[in-house]
């Protein structure tokens, strides 16, 4: 079992940035694939970023590329999202997922069923 602790979330403002963390303990992997999603009140979960289990390539939902960027720390097994140029837009709880598949080592999905464990989220609110 792997539990995943999401951090880093807050109120802030327009244009303000936000470092989002996922620290993995438990029954920890070496190298995995991760992704974050958001859901916003009343709307269905979105994909967000996502980087590839060996770190070399990542996916992002095009309203957040050029102001977000995912990386992953396989040493600590913590995963990162750095968000810059917030927006209201942004709003959400920011999950981040977990993909264990040793055989999807180039893998970004941005579809959810594709990842094993899940967090339990962390707010970011945006304000005008």
């Known amino acids: 079992q792997v539990h995943l602790a999401e951090s880093g979330g807050g109120l802030v403002k327009t244009g303000d940035s936000l470092r989002l963390s996922c620290a993995a303990s438990g029954r920890t992997f070496t190298r995995f694939g991760a992704a974050w999603f958001r859901q916003a009140p009343g709307k269905g979960r979105e994909f967000v970023a996502a980087?590839?289990?060996?770190?070399?390539?990542?996916r992002y939902q095009d309203s957040v590329k050029g102001r977000f960027t995912i990386s992953k720390d396989s040493a600590d097994n913590t995963v990162y999202l750095q968000m810059n140029g917030l927006i209201p837009g942004d709003t959400g709880m920011y999950s981040c997922a977990a993909d264990v598949n040793p055989f999807a080592d180039a893998s970004t999905s941005d579809n959810p069923r594709d990842y094993d464990y899940w967090g339990q989220g962390t707010q970011v609110t945006v304000s005008e």
């Open positions: 980087v590839s289990r060996g770190g070399g390539f990542t």
